[in-house]
């Protein structure tokens, strides 16, 4: 069905919140018969994302990466692009990171560094999902395909560069040194007066996350640039008839969308490991495919879905904690139902509540 036939609230507010309803009751199920109480158990999830100071800084951390790879991947839908590269465009991201603090940080203070590390970030991002961009607009090479390609082959160049290139003197570990004081984004407690997280890496990267929200949305929807992009992706053939290049928003589209997924970096390399490190991703870039489908594409719901995400992530390790019979690989099954119903059965109740919501606007049209 068309989105166009349901109320935009339903779309936006009804629909996700009965994928994510859909998904814990089945998760409670799994936990009912592991042997445990799935009300306790929600408890428990609940209370470790958001009962307490450090459980809430973990939550916002997480949110954060999350934030960034879901406006990575909404971007691309906008132009009818599918963008599964966030993984490798993230890696590539951290490398554009490390390499402004390993040559900035014994220097200058961090605020002198962050704004060449993010640039590094986004600029090493949207050279990683470059060819992909070119392939699928010259060579009609599917983007799906090669952004996944692209994911191993960054993996790979990254153990390359860290274990033969980069990696310190007389050490057997795969990463670079640490870095000093001016490579170190400082927690988001220590620039919010009164603001107290625990020791939870949250820190300002959050707040980037959420300019980059605002400047997603400006983009989208205020500029032209972005009506270019809606237009080609709701219908090429009518793009062109407009004198709209296909090739050109393609690249542009596929550049904007990786540069996003390579600023997750900031917050994992800069903001909370201060090295550049083997799978610092962990898995953020799929999972912001779920944020993006779950946040219907724009900017506020994917800070909502980016929150429920990082509430699972860090409710999910106090009830691993709390519960030892429900195991990190049940939370794991509990994250997977969640993209389950927010992607895969994104369109399960629409039919319904097409019919019901059509049922219910019949007397008013008879009366009009």
Not at 152 to 176: C, G, K
Request: net charge neutral; glycine share 12%; with cysteine.
């Amino acid at each position: 069905m068309n989105a166009g036939n349901l109320p935009r609230w339903v779309d936006f507010v009804l629909i996700p919140a009965l994928n994510v309803a859909a998904a814990f009751i089945v998760s409670g199920l799994v936990v009912l018969l592991i042997g445990e109480n799935p009300i306790e158990a929600v408890k428990i999830l609940v209370w470790g994302a958001f009962g307490w100071n450090e459980g809430i800084g973990f939550t916002l951390f997480y949110a954060t990466n999350f934030i960034f790879t879901g406006l990575a991947v909404a971007i691309a839908f906008h132009g009818g692009l599918f963008n599964i590269g966030g993984e490798g465009q993230a890696y590539l991201g951290g490398l554009g990171v490390a390499l402004a603090c390993l040559a900035l940080d014994r220097y200058v203070p961090w605020w002198v560094t962050l704004p060449f590390a993010v640039a590094g970030a986004a600029a090493a991002g949207a050279l990683w999902a470059l060819v992909p961009a070119v392939l699928q607009a010259q060579r009609g090479s599917h983007v799906v395909i090669t952004t996944i390609m692209f994911n191993f082959i960054a993996a790979s160049l990254m153990v390359y560069l860290l274990v033969n290139v980069m990696a310190r003197p007389a050490s057997m570990q795969p990463e670079t040194r640490t870095f000093e004081a001016g490579g170190r984004l400082p927690l988001l407690q220590d620039v919010i007066p009164g603001a107290d997280f625990g020791s939870a890496p949250v820190n300002v990267t959050f707040i980037i996350a959420l300019l980059a929200c605002v400047l997603c949305w400006v983009l989208i929807w205020r500029t032209r640039l972005g009506y270019e992009i809606r237009t080609f992706g709701a219908s090429p053939t009518a793009a062109a008839y407009a004198g709209i290049s296909g090739e050109r928003i393609t690249v542009i589209t596929m550049l904007i969308s990786g540069g996003l997924a390579g600023l997750m970096a900031v917050n994992e390399i800069m903001g909370s490991q201060h090295r550049l490190l083997i799978e610092f991703v962990s898995g953020y870039g799929f999972v912001g495919i779920a944020v993006a489908l779950m946040g219907r594409a724009h900017p506020v719901g994917i800070v909502l879905a980016a929150i429920l995400f990082g509430m699972l992530y860090q409710g999910g390790a106090e009830l691993a904690f709390e519960m030892p019979a429900i195991t990190r690989d049940m939370i794991v099954v509990i994250q997977g139902l969640v993209i389950l119903f927010a992607g895969a059965l994104e369109h399960m109740f629409r039919p319904a509540l097409v019919r019901i919501f059509g049922v219910l606007s019949q007397p008013s049209a008879k009366t009009a």
